[in-house]
């Protein structure tokens, strides 16, 4: 073990030996990590040693998970998989934790505004709709709120997806915002009306202005989002697929259907990529000549990213060159009782081998070991929403704001 000199200078003045004290710390959550960094100036400045951050994460690996409550919309918590409560965010009208493996998380409240939040610090970043230069989110600062006040879009959205990423070549955050407009009567081979836009954050800190960005080839379905690596992936909109079935019904020659768009944060461009196909490669009709709509891929479908991959989640058989069948859950309808399909939304894979999955519409998170074929359920209120978080808790530019016990009980309660 190799420590900081300054810090071990400082932890030699207390009674046991530098290494004990770093052995019995790095036993402890987080939680109590930074309430003890009240104590005194030696303890805070051991467990707030890069080090023994680096080494702490080790020792505690996974990501937290980020969830709102049924009932509490002043709060985002982060848990661990046992339900219990790591640290309690405020944020008002937490309607929606967009899920993305991040040391950052974004939410978006009744009213589909969108936040962005460090944890480690309790920043809170609201989404401008059009941000002055010079505005920034300050990762160091106190957990005062920066708000860019009101201003309006040239064109004015229902209301506007976001999607929260990094571009991994860079480390930087880009948020894509996409609006929802009225498309009635639109034709639906004109994008030109979806208007996308980029606005990143730069070094964790400063954040630029929106600019605009090309729109998809054909149109998205809004509430598909889903963010791996450095990519955002949405299914294409019911319209596309009413565009498609038409074609089918009427004996139209047609390529293989794209299924799902994707938005490369670094290059910002759009394209499309197939989706898993039925085993009988058969768009039009099903195994006893009845026809069937493309729409059931997507509709029966959702979408998810688990451990690094792009995850479909299906209740019929397919195949394709691009997706590979990893799991068959057979799961007895008094554990899931949903039949929307699109409600079930596998969340993480766990090194054991375990899947954590959450079941939207009846609020309940869910692990399913698929050696013992068992489910159980993790023991919370009732969920809204939930994310992941994958950074640390004990980030070092949190550290000057213990000073005091007091504080240290204000930052994780």
């Keep these: ?47 707030s040693d890069p080090l023994f951050i680096e080494a702490h994460a080790a020792r505690h690996p996974g990501p937290l998970i980020v969830a709102s409550f049924d009932g509490d919309g002043e709060h985002v918590h982060l848990m661990d998989l046992s339900g219990h409560v790591v640290k309690r965010l405020p944020v008002a009208d937490a309607r929606k934790c967009l899920c993305s493996r991040l040391d950052l998380i974004c939410v978006a409240d009744m009213k589909w505004r969108h936040s962005v939040i460090n944890p480690a610090t309790g920043a809170v970043l609201h989404l401008p709709d059009a941000p002055p230069q010079g505005s920034c989110l300050d990762h160091s600062s106190s957990d005062e709120e920066v708000d860019w006040g009101d201003s309006v879009w040239q064109q004015d959205p229902e209301y506007s997806v976001f999607a929260l990423g990094r571009v991994e070549s860079t480390g930087e955050y880009k948020v894509l915002r996409i609006p929802c407009v009225d498309k009635t009567s639109r034709d639906i081979d004109d994008t030109s009306w979806l208007v996308c836009s980029v606005l990143t954050i ?37 319209e596309y697929e009413t565009e498609l079935q038409k074609d089918i019904s009427e004996g139209h020659d047609i390529v293989e259907p794209h299924f799902i768009a994707s938005f490369d944060l670094e290059t910002e461009k759009w394209t499309t990529i197939p989706g898993p196909c039925p085993v009988d490669g058969d768009y039009g009709s099903s195994d006893d000549g009845e026809d069937v709509e493309y729409n059931d891929m997507w509709s029966e479908s959702t979408m998810t990213e688990l451990n690094g991959y792009l995850v479909l989640v299906h209740e019929r058989d397919t195949e394709n060159h691009v997706w590979a069948k990893k799991y068959s859950i057979q799961a007895p309808r008094s554990v899931i009782t949903t039949t929307n399909i699109g409600w079930v939304k596998p969340l993480l894979l766990l090194d054991d081998g375990r899947i954590a999955i959450f079941l939207r519409d009846m609020g309940v998170l869910l692990l399913y070991d698929p050696t013992a074929d068992v489910f159980s359920k993790v023991h919370t209120r009732r969920l809204g929403a939930v994310g992941l978080y994958t950074g640390s808790l004990l980030n070092s530019q949190n550290i000057a704001k213990q000073q005091s016990i007091a504080e240290a009980g204000d930052l994780i309660s």
């Design 1 to 47: 073990m190799e420590i900081n000199p300054a810090a071990a200078t400082n932890a030699s003045h207390g009674v046991l030996p530098l290494d004990v004290v770093f052995d019995i710390l790095m036993r402890l959550p987080a939680k109590e990590i930074c309430r003890f960094r009240a104590v005194c100036r030696h303890w805070r400045s051991l467990t």
């Design 202 to 238: 730069v070094d964790g800190s400063c954040v630029t202005r929106w600019r605009s960005t090309k729109s998809p080839d054909l149109p998205i379905d809004m509430d598909s989002g889903v963010v791996v690596g450095g990519s955002v992936y949405y299914f294409l909109s019911d």
